[in-house]
């Protein structure tokens, strides 16, 4: 027989969320890895002051952002509206359905204060540590690469640092130099052309140092665009690999990395640098010349490094896809920063479950 349309819900429901996420769902092996990294209460507790009205739980806060980055919520506000009324959400969270969501400017100060207290760098660290996360990983196999991060200000925002050009709502046929001008709105940004007949745009720089064995980002690094800020950025990440391994490591990168200075700091810090031969023509016509020679591409190492550096794409390729970083929603050099690492997490915990042994 037909079935009576009623247009109201029920006032009660007695089906727990937990019993509504499908048993094969990814998320839930993905709140276990984040629920099983614990030892982040007594980061949570120098944070906050012993007396006054309880905050919001920083375990929940963590978990609503990881939620944004790997959805690609583009702001507070719609994720608040859609933690409102998604059960999928609320279970991962830990809201049960008639618990209120907070305000949006909730993450104003919180975002602050879990970057003050590195809660984000720590976190993946924890995660990287976890025991059936680190068998996974490489300690002596790694590649670096960086991409550009278009930033939260307009062209018309980047005038004369004098100000001399009134509004700056015109600026063609104008030589602007980030020596002379600068964003009026997000002043760490940098005008910036990735390559040779692309457009220059106001943008900061990620960098990754990703482990060869299964493509996991194990470190990040957020800097001003650059034209030298790949290269002393790797410099950096590579150093605390080869002092965490304790011998010497091996770095695969693209042919923007192949300098006679960076090739030469490399090997001072024992990383012996699988770096990709640019021995292509200049805009005069004459040719470069390689700082990689036939002692490093004639071991079989060399091959394998290559190989491998390009799943590095697939890191940068999910987060404009699917996180946050295509365009970043944040000002200032410390909440980009910290919004660029939530997604290299992000991407980390959507890869290991698919890697880790049932």
């Not at 760098?121 to 960086?146: C, I, W, Y």
Request: proline share 4%; net charge positive.
């Amino acid at each position: 027989m037909r079935g009576i349309f009623r247009d109201e819900a029920q006032l009660f429901s007695y089906v727990s969320p937990e019993s509504r996420v499908p048993p094969g769902h990814p998320l839930r092996k993905i709140r276990s890895l984040v629920r099983d990294v614990k030892e982040l209460s007594r980061s949570f507790a120098k944070l906050y002051a012993k007396d006054g009205r309880p905050s919001v739980p920083p375990e929940q806060l963590l978990s609503t952002l990881l939620i944004q980055a790997l959805y690609g919520i583009r702001s507070e506000r719609q994720l608040m509206e859609q933690l409102n009324y998604n059960l999928l959400y609320r279970w991962f969270v830990g809201l049960s359905p008639d618990d209120p969501v907070w305000d949006p400017t909730t993450f104003t100060k919180n975002r602050e204060r879990l970057q003050a207290g590195e809660v984000f760098e720590k976190f993946m660290t924890r995660l990287l540590n976890h025991a059936q996360v680190k068998p996974l990983l490489s300690d002596q196999h790694f590649s670096v690469d960086g991409t550009l991060i278009e930033a939260w200000a307009s062209q018309r925002s980047f005038r004369p640092k004098n100000g001399s050009d009134g509004d700056g709502s015109d600026f063609h046929g104008q030589t602007r130099k980030n020596d002379t001008h600068q964003s009026t709105t997000d002043p760490d940004s940098r005008l910036y052309r990735k390559a040779a007949g692309r457009e220059a745009k106001l943008a900061y720089m990620g960098h990754v140092t990703m482990e060869n064995r299964h493509g996991l980002a194990v470190a990040g690094l957020l800097s001003k665009a650059t034209g030298t800020a790949e290269r002393r950025a790797s410099e950096a990440m590579l150093a605390i690999k080869r002092r965490l391994a304790g011998r010497r490591i091996t770095a695969g990168a693209d042919k923007a990395y192949d300098t006679t200075d960076h090739v030469a700091r490399l090997r001072a810090a024992d990383v012996t640098p699988h770096v990709t031969q640019n021995n292509g023509l200049t805009k005069t016509g004459r040719r470069r010349r390689s700082a990689i020679d036939g002692r490093t591409t004639r071991h079989t190492g060399y091959a394998k490094s290559q190989s491998r550096r390009a799943m590095i794409e697939c890191i940068f390729g999910w987060g404009k896809q699917h996180g946050t970083l295509r365009k970043t929603k944040h000002r200032g050099i410390r909440r980009v920063a910290g919004d660029f690492l939530l997604n290299l997490i992000a991407y980390n915990l959507v890869r290991i479950p698919k890697l880790v042994p049932a």
